[in-house]
């Protein structure tokens, strides 16, 4: 069984979402759901940066850069920013 790295709590209530590349399923216990995503595409990408910054660039400028991020969402909203 996990350890849960000492903060997630197999038994709490609620719903607790978690991003992470460590896809084990020892690292996070039998109660997990693990859901595989992928990056963000292009164009996806573009829309994020520019619903974050719409005054920053254009939506080609915008698809460029999200797809130099690697379409992670959290590089884009950081970027955004």
Known sequence: MG???GWVR???AGLLLVTTRDTAPT???PRAHL???EPLAADPSGAVLRDAAPAAGTTEEA???G???GGLP???E???R
């Open 67 to 69: 797809e130099r991020l």
């Open 3 to 5: 350890s849960y790295r």
């Open 74 to 76: 959290l590089a884009l």
């Open 35 to 37: 859901v595989p995503l």
């Open 78 to 80: 950081t970027a955004g």
């Open 10 to 12: 197999p038994d709490g």
């Open 63 to 65: 698809a460029a850069l």
């Open 27 to 29: 690292t996070w216990g």
